[in-house]
């Protein structure tokens, strides 16, 4: 059992998405949780899915291709005919389960959260994830049907996709620091590799290896989140804030920023002002 997720659980089985003026880009169509799942599912599927095994283990069958299911990971569901359950040595799992409309595939593809070659992969820092389960709980337990539940369920997405902390002592230390330190610039793979005394294709290996995204995916995340920073605390214009984040393009910015973050950067700016209330 994951230690992380000891005792946590969910008011509700299911919860089905209501019409809400304010829903997200990426509405909900079901929530459900499975406290201790025994059985396995053989099925294709309509919707899209993310499925959170929070406790457990088994397996995952897609394609002929077998992957280890051991919590804390994320399985995907769509399309494809798919079988997975629990196994030896568990015997059981702990599943939430975020169900979409398979309608919102592409914009799950363009945001980076699927990739077909990639159904099945670990949560790397369970106890930031934690507190946005928690939070989910309170809003279901309030019987909340909203689009506070709609940005969760995508904030919860987003943190399993966040890459695992590299320690200061790894291989890849010195091109981490030179990503950071020129985050404005396209990294430069040659540049990076003779950093850390690599050819390209070793360090490339190296790095996906420990980050799961490429150095290029790194490199836009940092400067998107300075973006981020300077649409809430500033108010120079669009243009000014893509030239400080180093987008010579405007409509680039804007379309990397809507890719990353499901909003464009004038809609993520008025609503991020109106939470905090310094809306102009």
Partial sequence: ????????????????????????????????????????????FDSANFSLILNGGGEFHKNGKIWKVEAPCVITQWDDYLEYGPSKPYGYWTELYLAYSRDLMP??????????????????????????L??????????????RIDRIAERIILETLVPPHVPPSSEISKALEAIRKNW??????????????????????????????????????????????????????????????????????????????GTPPRSYRKEHLIRSGRAR
Wanted: overall charge positive; proline content about 6%; hydrophobic content about 40%.
């Fill in 1 to 44: 059992m994951d230690i992380h997720f000891k005792n946590l659980s969910f008011p509700v089985i299911f919860w089905n998405a209501q019409e809400d003026p304010l829903r997200s880009l990426l509405p909900l169509n079901q929530i459900g949780f499975l406290a201790h799942k025994t059985g396995w599912v053989r099925s294709r």
């Fill in 134 to 147: 928690e939070e989910l709980a309170r809003c279901l337990a309030t019987k909340e049907k909203s689009a």
């Fill in 107 to 132: 914009k799950f593809v363009q945001c980076g959260f699927v990739e077909d070659s990639r159904p099945v992969w670990p949560i790397s820092n369970p106890s930031a994830l934690r507190p946005l």
């Fill in 184 to 261: 404005q610039s396209p990294p430069n793979l040659e540049s990076l590799a003779g950093k850390c005394k690599m050819s390209v294709s070793t360090f490339q290996r190296r790095w996906n290896e420990a980050m799961g995204i490429t150095p290029a995916r790194y490199a836009l995340g940092l400067r998107l989140q300075e973006a981020c920073r300077l649409l809430i605390e500033t108010s120079g214009s669009i243009s000014e804030v893509a030239n400080a984040c180093g987008f010579e393009d405007e409509f680039y910015f804007s379309r990397c920023f809507r890719r990353q973050f």
